[in-house]
Nanobody, 123 residues
């Protein structure tokens, strides 16, 4: 069982930056590919970004490409999402997720999920 705890959400203005962090309980954290997803009210959970076990491969969703960056620190068992140039449409609950094996953009491929952190971007 991998416990994931997100932090760093909040209320910001359009154009601002925010950094989300996810701490994992698992001592074999480096065995898991990690992902960030988000879910806005009334919408399905959407892929944001994913990173490979060693951190050498990353993918981002089209809606955040060039603005959001995923990174990880295996020594600290953490994964981060740096969000720049935030827009009101980025408002959502952001979830951290872990899966054994390779990176994936598919929500159903992930085995473990955090409880989420709210990000609200005002115009």
């Amino acid at each position: 069982q991998v416990l994931l705890v997100e932090s760093g959400g909040g209320l910001v203005q359009a154009g601002d930056s925010l950094r989300l962090s996810c701490a994992a309980s698992e001592r074999t954290f480096s065995s898991y590919a990690m992902g960030w997803f988000r879910q806005a009210p009334g919408k399905e959970r959407e892929f944001v970004a994913t990173i490979s076990k060693a951190g050498g491969t990353t993918y981002s969703g089209d809606s955040v490409k060039g603005r959001f960056t995923i990174s990880r620190d295996n020594a600290k068992n953490t994964v981060a999402l740096q969000m720049n140039s935030l827009k009101p449409e980025d408002t959502a609950v952001y979830y951290c997720a872990a899966r054994r094996g390779m990176t994936s953009t598919k929500r159903d491929d992930y085995d473990y999920w955090g409880q989420g952190t709210q990000v609200t971007v005002s115009s």
